[in-house]
């Protein structure tokens, strides 16, 4: 009598460990941003504004490496030698970045515990403003994470390589494939698990042979819409959307000169029916906001004890006026 199969899709799978936030945290007050140059404000303002995740590991929270005494965070910022073979030197470096499983588990966990501890930054001061050793702890960890990623990527940019020369797709060009592939190799370094046991090049060749066939069916799309090669000659100039964008800016500004000097001799209700309606007591940044308080035709008539239609009136009066001074600048200037 045979065995009834096993059903694979009913075998209970771990759970996943990725660990994401949304951070709250504001940046730090002017005086403390100061401080730093441009390129770790750069990095500080795209960790603020960017979901943090990362692959939880319980170790994370023990204080020190299991079966040493030494501390934990030392131990997972410490550079890790990539070796071809196992060998309990720190300081032998073979002459090819080939990782061995305990060397790349030992670099995923380093480089998962510094994206856990930049979460840790930013749980600890959610809705409120980073301190200058917030902000330092933050970049500090931040700026660890990225060099652990790229030393997991070099040592595997290999791997993208031979599978696009073994790829038997002729439509699309080994450059493009190598493009795609490292795409997604950094998109697995990411979500990479290593507490499930396994190699890391198994879990990343499925996903760039994914990476692939998206690139070769973007390309049959591009042959099909666009049969002749690329030829950059052809591409549309930008000239006139720059000119445009250029005078629109200048009208703007000159627009300000006017309502600030106010020599279009605006009367003071068309001044406050103009305030109202599009918010021109606030600052930029406040104005641009979908929320801005920028109030309908019935609240500016209820504030001045008219009509919705009498304000429309006094606005269009108003706006006329505008452009006859804008119009005549700009004349003058020209």
């Known amino acids: 009598m045979k065995k009834p199969a096993l059903n694979v ?3 209970p799978r771990p759970a996943a460990n990725v660990r994401r936030i949304r951070p709250t945290a504001r940046p730090p007050v002017e005086s403390i941003l100061s401080r730093f140059n441009p390129a770790d404000r750069t990095l500080l303002m795209s960790l603020l504004g960017a979901p943090a995740e990362c692959v939880y590991d319980p170790i994370f929270r023990r204080s020190t490496w299991p079966g040493s005494d030494e501390d934990l965070p030392a131990f997972l910022t410490r550079p890790v030698a990539l070796v071809a ?3 309990d030197d720190p300081d032998f470096v073979p002459p090819t970045e080939v990782l061995t499983a305990r060397a790349e588990r030992t670099l995923f966990l380093r480089f998962n515990y510094c994206r856990y501890r930049v979460m ?4 600890a001061h959610r809705g409120r403003r980073l301190t200058l050793g917030a902000t330092r702890d933050l970049l500090h960890w931040a700026r660890l994470a990225d060099r652990l990623r790229g030393d997991i990527v070099r040592a595997n940019t290999s791997l993208v390589l031979a599978m696009a020369r073994r790829s038997r797709n002729s439509s699309t060009e080994i450059s493009e494939l190598v493009c795609e592939g490292n795409l997604a190799l950094l998109r697995c370094v990411d979500k990479f698990d290593v507490s499930r046991g396994f190699k890391f090049s198994t879990y ?3 996903a760039i042979l ?3 066939s998206r690139a070769a069916a973007k390309s049959t799309r591009y042959r099909v819409q666009f049969p002749t090669p690329y030829d950059p000659a052809l591409e549309r100039s930008d000239y006139l959307d720059v000119k445009r964008e250029r005078i629109e800016h200048e ?5 300000k000169r006017i309502l600030f000097e106010n020599t279009a001799e605006l009367s003071p209700v068309e001044r406050r029916v103009l305030s109202a309606r599009f918010a021109l007591g606030q600052s930029e940044e406040d104005a641009a906001r979908p929320g801005a ?7 500016v008539g209820v504030s001045l004890g008219v009509s919705k239609e009498r304000v429309r009136q ?3 009066q108003a706006m006329l006026k505008l452009r006859a001074e804008l119009e005549r600048r700009l004349l003058a200037a020209s």
């Open 9 to 11: 899709a009913n075998k």
């Open 85 to 87: 073979e196992e060998t």
């Open 120 to 123: 840790r930054v930013l749980h």
């Open 204 to 206: 990343a060749c499925r």
């Open 210 to 212: 994914a990476s692939f």
């Open 251 to 255: 009208c703007i500004d000159e627009l």
């Open 293 to 299: 308080r920028r109030r309908t035709l019935d609240q």
């Open 314 to 316: 006094i606005q269009n």
